[in-house]
């Protein structure tokens, strides 16, 4: 592949070649998600993600041993939610120290300040 014009073509062809391995293996969700994320990166329009889910669709629905598969996964995802899941307590991130800043002429400089003067820097030196 050349470049990103062609990721949907690309998804498209995998799903071909790999889309009945993808859902023997239980990871309809996983390759939803990694469409979600292309799409989020603006590597894969709407309409590309439309279709491609669309056909991946089509392959759960064309598949009854697939189905059977998800149901059942599905039925254990919320049994263990129900026994399990929705009685641990929430983990809580705690903040980051703050780090130490640069300081430039003994006043405080953001990194793009640091950035512009070396780069000036290295200009001047040419």
């Known amino acids: 592949y050349v470049g990103d014009c062609q990721i949907p073509l690309a998804c498209q062809m995998f ?3 790999k889309g009945k391995e993808l859902l023997e293996k239980n990871l309809y969700r996983n ?3 990694h469409m979600c994320s292309l799409h ?6 709407p309409v590309a993600l439309y279709k491609t889910i669309q056909m991946l ?4 629905a064309d598949s009854a041993e697939a189905k059977e598969k998800m149901r059942a996964s599905l039925k254990a995802q919320r049994e263990h939610w129900n026994a ?3 009685f641990q307590q929430p ?4 903040p980051k120290p703050p780090t130490n800043t640069a300081k ?6 953001s990194p ?3 950035r512009k003067t070396s780069n000036l820097q290295n200009a001047n030196r040419m």
């Open 91 to 94: 983990v809580i991130i705690e």
């Open 84 to 86: 399990v899941g929705k």
């Open 112 to 114: 793009s300040v640091r």
């Open 15 to 17: 799903l071909q070649l």
């Open 40 to 45: 989020d990166f603006g590597l894969l329009s």
């Open 31 to 33: 390759f939803i998600l």
């Open 104 to 109: 430039l002429n003994n006043v405080e400089a």
């Open 57 to 60: 669709n089509q392959m759960l």
